[in-house]
């Protein structure tokens, strides 16, 4: 019968920290809890969140755009009008073939005798090609400014990098080098 008293004092011990034993197992379930359901729960919620506000961001751009441009098919052909207008002004390649007939109208249309015509080779820029064309004239003073109005006035961006003007015989000899630009580079060159 003592085992009976031994079990007697024990079951005192256990009874008196019973109290103990019962908070931390209940702080521990609560810790538990915390650790496995709130965290993620919050975690998942701030994700939510933050989809949430880049979506609405969106939203408000679309609706911006929609308000700003109530026609989008009007718009889209707006857009492709100036983007067709860039290309002429600065096309993906040098289209020396086009340029050389540019400047063969314009000589005609200005009664300047086009002597020569010599392409030199393409210099790559960063991010475009320059592609100078040396061009050999003759004709009257008022006709050179009529060929060279002729040739801004085209869409494509040229400059004129250097003229030598020479008077024989009462005409104007002229030497221009025009500089053509595009957008390729010089590896993509189809003349």
């Known amino acids: 019968m ?8 024990k079951y005192k011990a256990i009874a008196r920290y019973k109290g103990w034993v019962l908070g931390v197992g209940a702080l521990l379930v609560t810790l538990l809890f915390y650790i496995g359901v709130v965290i993620p729960q919050r975690t998942a919620i701030a ?12 939203l408000k751009v679309i609706e911006a755009y929609a ?21 002429a002004k600065l096309p993906n390649q040098p289209e020396l ?17 086009l002597a020569e015509i010599k ?10 090609m320059e592609v100078p064309i040396e061009i050999l004239l003759t004709g009257s003073f008022s006709n050179l400014l009529e060929f ?8 494509r961006i040229t400059s004129i990098s250097n003229a030598t003007i020479q008077s024989k015989q009462g005409m104007l000899e002229v030497k221009l080098t025009m500089v053509i630009y595009s957008l390729g580079a ?6």
Request: hydrophobic content about 35%.
């Open 119 to 128: 392409p030199a080779a393409a210099i790559e820029k960063a991010g475009y």
């Open 97 to 113: 073939g086009e340029f050389i007939r540019q400047i063969e109208q314009a000589s005609k249309l200005s009664n300047m005798r």
């Open 2 to 9: 003592q085992w009976l008293g031994t079990w007697s004092i």
């Open 47 to 58: 994700v939510v969140k933050d989809q949430n506000q880049t979506e609405r961001e969106r």
């Open 148 to 155: 060279i109005k002729a040739i801004e006035g085209s869409q």
């Open 186 to 191: 010089a590896g993509e060159n189809k003349q």
């Open 67 to 87: 308000k700003k441009h109530p026609d989008s098919i009007g718009y889209l052909k707006e857009l492709d009008q100036k983007l067709t207008l860039i290309d």
